[in-house]
């Protein structure tokens, strides 16, 4: 058959300096298929043949150049958490912290480790929060910052308390206070002990030797110091106030310790509140021999003894009304005059209609007391979206309740003791009745009694419970102390706007909750915690606290703890000065106070005894969005108000672990994952393999933890497997560059095969988008670059091009010694760029690296170190248009092995022709770079169709638009893929199929054995 020319085309001159493609950058290039998109997302090698020559090719296996390395391809069973184990003895994970403090840097990264509570053994969401900590903090450490991190703990309050006492049983009835607090803080030591050595297997990079605990008598001490910094600023007072209240933990709680129920039911009822004084309007409408009742719903019966008013909105639209059934007349807001009617299975007739204004001034009788007033007040708080539109208003048990009762010197007398019980002043009927059981049937019974109850309903709806007895809370007035958030707010919300936060949603939620909240309730009445430092007067209702009393107790408590609150007697707690001015040592007025202070504000005060430096700023505060009402909010709170800054720079919020199906994980559905079963393996191994921390590692990595994170058995696996393709192709590296020395073999960049210089441009790409994902905390997008990485680029095109050169050619080939450049530099970009993640499987590949005597850690080393060389404009598309052809080729020959066909391209004459021709020379080749990456026997470029073709053919077209310098020159050009099986036989020793018989060796082969 006769072959086309290979003209030099019209297109040379302007090729001239696009031949510098291959070197230094000298222009932008843009080449690719019209109507497809720049990048080939897909490389295809189907039909490529994938063998490799190997020990059983006869005599020659000698002189093939196979893998050596003794890194697994796998871990089984136990082999992985045992080599983990190793990792971390061999590589000094428990040295790493202390060497990068060490290092004269000048930058530091501050990442203030919100204390997890010690209450209990890790869980799954621990290891969600510390292994992103963990990421984050080797990324900064490699890139050359120095770690601040101190891993703290919670250890005082109510749920440790309380685990205490019910373990005890009767006799915790008979303990003191000192005795709790000993084995509270027992119990909180044992849980730390244990929640510290899981931190430490799962590979937290930290402080280990100077963990903070708010038990520790420094942190008391500077706790109570920040308490009366804000005591002396006027942001914290003692009141008496509403409060949520646990009757089953006998103290207040805050809004962050109540979990809501959604299906709580509560028992609400209709009431009449007989009008006794209208106004003067609505004195006006009303027939004055007819008894007219003022209409309420309440879901809480129980408060109506307490009851001092009822609220109206002045804004909106009322009516009276006549019930068809009774006759009985009924105010009630115009709007809810239907659903009312329903409700209580009756129809309304409207008699008139007035404005909520109207109402002022008016009075009404208590439903349950003779002569007692109560008054119609206009209030904000009163909707329409249930009820009656007229709110029924106990001071004592409700914020905005009190806030009315506060405007209008309103009584807020409570009734109900710490258990939640009527007191005495309720009178005989109700004394001693638990208020959310029988005191609600005796209320109840009262108010038929009394002709004023109307309808009893079921509701559910969704209520506060206590956070640890799992048991409903009510709002009961008590004396509390209060941190004075109106005065902070505003600073607050103003000092957010400069702080960033991940996701951005979360700053909007921070802000909401900040507004919704009235007050700060900091005082609980337990005895384990850190006390508030007053003393109450014996008979008045006085107290005392000032900065010589403080100072004394902050002293104290520095050298022996804050248990000198309950061990000491008064006297030894107060200073002489202040001491004589109260009565002396003998007839002293003065008692410590009983109350403790919130653990909020315990954890809240952390940034003050952690953070470094005088600026005491954290560079992030990473915690789950539970804390968007907790530590975050406490953290900021407590710094506002003592120093008008927040604590942190930074903060990222994450969500919570459920199972696999989206449920939340309890003991009761057998679905809760034991982080150390995932590493180490359960009873069964073949139910509960042991994955090791690693899988753990990559699998918080490659969720989307920024929403509710899911983990079960399938993603778990999804994991492992992920890491067992990226030991493949890290075993595929460190085999191939067994006999490479980079101080000498290396091949510099410009004299690389043009393939190679093309993965260094990709790995470049990938270094740039890693680091810069890491810089964003999205860690879940480094590994979907690392996975498109190393499957789609390396292992799928890369390696599969490469084999024969590697194995084939002469040892010291510049051609394979330009492969093993690339194969060191990505090798060496890979590692670093998942080793934030997977810290031993980092560590296990540098003990593996050839040609190094002593493997340094590869976190001793740094960060990735491309080359700004490595990035070529024009390089990516060119191969790429070469990728083109080649997809065609390897697309006609499904199942087929490529090495078994020879490849004619047609290219009409110009910049596509000199581009290709640049991968190879001659006309027709087996071993230039374009039949390389081909993966043919042979290919042959022309400029024009052969004249005579033989049947068994088979012929791909396609166009290609090449644009050059920004489109200064650009030209589309045609080609034709023509594929025909080849004539050669197949090598003994490389099995392409380039011999001229299938006993002796192909050209190259033979020159290579023959050199040897």
């Known amino acids: 058959m006769r072959w086309g020319l290979r003209p030099r085309g019209p297109g040379a001159a302007a090729l001239a300096s696009a031949r510098n493609l291959w070197g230094p950058p000298r222009l932008p290039c843009r080449l ?17 043949s994938n063998q490799l020559p190997n020990s059983n090719s006869g005599k020659y296996r000698d002189t093939v150049l196979l893998p050596q390395t003794s890194f697994p391809m796998k871990l089984l069973g136990y082999q992985q958490p045992e080599t983990e184990l190793e990792i971390q003895q061999k590589c000094g994970f428990s040295e790493l912290y202390s060497w990068q403090r060490e290092r004269k840097v000048k930058t530091e990264f501050c990442l203030h480790d919100g204390p997890p509570y010690a209450n209990g053994d890790p869980h799954v969401g621990h290891a969600l929060n510390k292994i992103l900590k963990d990421i984050a903090n080797r990324y900064h450490m490699m890139s050359g910052s120095k770690i601040h991190f101190v891993p703290g703990w919670d250890c005082h309050g109510l749920p440790i308390e309380i685990k205490v006492l019910s373990e005890l049983g009767s006799k915790a009835q008979s303990l003191s206070a000192v005795e709790i607090r000993e084995k509270a803080r027992s119990f909180a030591k044992a849980a730390i002990e244990k929640q510290k050595s899981a931190f430490l297997r799962w590979g937290i990079m930290a402080d280990w030797n100077n963990c903070y605990h708010t038990f520790d008598a420094k942190y008391e001490a500077r706790q109570l110091r920040i308490f009366y910094q804000m005591y002396d600023k006027g942001l914290v007072y003692r009141s008496y106030k509403p409060v949520f209240w646990s009757p089953s933990s006998r103290t207040a709680l805050a809004e962050a310790e109540l979990q809501y129920n959604p299906e709580h039911v509560s028992r609400s009822v209709y009431v009449k509140f007989p009008l006794l004084k209208p106004s003067p309007k609505l004195a006006s409408l009303l027939d004055s ?8 719903w309440t879901t809480q019966p129980w408060t109506i003894p307490a009851n001092q008013a009822v609220c109206y909105m002045p804004e909106s639209k009322y009516a009276v009304v006549k019930c068809t059934n009774s006759g009985d007349l009924y105010i009630l807001a115009a709007d809810k005059v239907t659903s009312v009617a329903s409700a209580l299975e009756t129809t309304f007739e409207t008699v008139s209609t007035f404005s909520g204004v109207d109402l002022e001034d008016g009075t009404c009788s208590h439903p349950l007391i003779p002569n007692k007033v109560s008054p119609l007040l206009p209030a904000n708080h009163v909707t329409m979206a249930k009820g009656t539109g007229l709110v029924h208003t106990a001071p004592a048990h409700g914020m905005e309740d009190y806030s009315v009762a506060s405007q209008h010197s309103l009584p807020t007398d409570c009734l109900v003791d710490e258990d939640g019980i009527f007191t005495d002043v309720a009178g005989p009927e109700l004394q001693n009745k638990a208020v959310l059981e029988e005191g609600t049937d005796v209320v109840i019974k009262m108010l038929q009694t009394a002709k004023n109850f109307l309808k009893e309903e079921k509701v559910v709806h969704s209520y506060p419970y206590d956070w640890r007895t799992k048991k409903p809370v009510i709002i009961r007035a008590s004396k509390q102390w209060f941190v004075n958030i109106t005065d902070i707010k505003t600073t607050a919300k103003e000092l957010l706007k400069k702080v960033k936060f991940i996701p951005g949603s979360s700053l909007n939620a921070m802000v909401e909750m900040i507004d919704r909240r009235p007050y700060w309730c900091i005082s609980r009445q337990r005895v ?64 410590p106070g009983q109350d403790i202070l919130d653990i909020w504000f315990d954890s809240g005060t952390s940034w003050s005894y952690v953070l470094p430096g005088t600026d005491q700023r954290a560079d992030l505060y990473l915690e789950g969005k539970d804390q968007i ?24 919020v994450h969500g919570f672990t459920l199972g696999e199906k989206g449920e939340k994980m309890s003991k009761s559905l057998g679905n809760v994952i034991n982080p150390d079963v995932v590493i180490n393996g359960g009873q069964d191994p073949n139910k509960e ?16 933890v920024f929403t509710e994170v899911t983990i079960g058995p399938s993603a778990l696996n999804a994991a492992r497997d992920d890491i067992n393709k990226l030991r493949n192709t890290l075993r595929f590296l460190l085999g191939n560059v067994a006999d490479f020395n980079p101080e000498m073999d290396s091949v ?35 590994v979907r670059l690392l996975r498109a990485f190393y499957t789609r680029e390396l292992s799928n095109f890369y390696f599969s091009i490469i084999k024969d050169r590697l194995y084939c050619e002469n040892e010291n080939d510049p051609k394979r010694r330009s492969c093993q450049t ?8 890979v590692v670093r760029s998942f080793a934030p993640i997977l810290p031993h499987l980092a560590e296990e590949v540098f003990q593996h690296m050839p040609h190094v005597k002593e493997p340094r850690s590869v976190f001793r080393t740094g960060w990735i170190s491309g080359s700004s060389i490595w990035k070529k404009p024009g390089l990516e598309e060119a191969v790429e248009s070469a990728c083109a052809m080649r997809d065609s080729f390897l697309g006609s020959i499904p199942g087929k092995n490529a090495a078994e066909y020879k490849v004619i391209i047609v290219i009409e004459p110009g910049l596509l022709f000199e581009i290709i021709e640049m991968l190879q020379a001659e006309e027709t080749s087996s071993t230039s770079q374009l039949a390389e990456l081909m993966m043919a026997s042979e290919t042959t470029l022309l400029a024009q169709e052969p004249r005579e073709m033989t049947a068994d053919v088979i012929e791909l077209k396609g166009t290609f638009l090449i644009n050059l310098k920004g489109g200064d020159i650009c030209e589309e050009s045609s080609y034709k893929v023509i594929v025909m099986p080849t004539t050669k036989e197949k090598c003994p020793r490389c099995w392409k199929y380039t011999a001229e018989s299938s006993d002796t060796l192909c050209p190259r082969c033979a020159e290579v054995v023959n050199g040897k």
């Open 32 to 48: 690719g298929w019209r109507g497809t998109t720049k990048r080939l997302l897909v490389r295809s090698v189907t039909g490529a």
């Open 289 to 296: 021999s007819s008894p007219v009742n003022i209409l309420v």
């Open 528 to 591: 384990w915690g850190v006390p508030i430092p007053v003393f109450h007067h014996k008979t008045k209702d006085e107290y005392l606290i000032n900065s010589q009393t403080i100072e004394h107790i902050i002293k104290l408590v520095e050298q022996h703890g804050s248990d000198i609150w309950w061990t000491l007697p008064p006297e030894q707690l107060l200073p002489e000065a202040v001491l004589s001015q109260v009565g002396g040592p003998d007839s002293i007025e003065y008692v």
């Open 629 to 652: 009402g907790g530590w975050f909010q406490s953290s900021l709170l407590t710094s506002v108000a003592a120093r008008k800054k927040p604590p942190f720079k930074t903060v990222i």
């Open 689 to 704: 393999p042991p994955y090791g921390a690693d899988v753990l590692r990559w699998w918080v990595a490659e969720s989307n």
């Open 748 to 782: 510099p960049v410009k004299n690389m095969y043009v393939i190679d210089q093309y993965m260094l441009h990709l790995l470049q790409d990938l270094a740039n988008k890693v680091t810069e994902s890491y810089r964003q905390y999205d860690f879940g997008k480094v």
């Open 822 to 829: 690339a194969l060191v530099e990505i090798l060496d970009v």
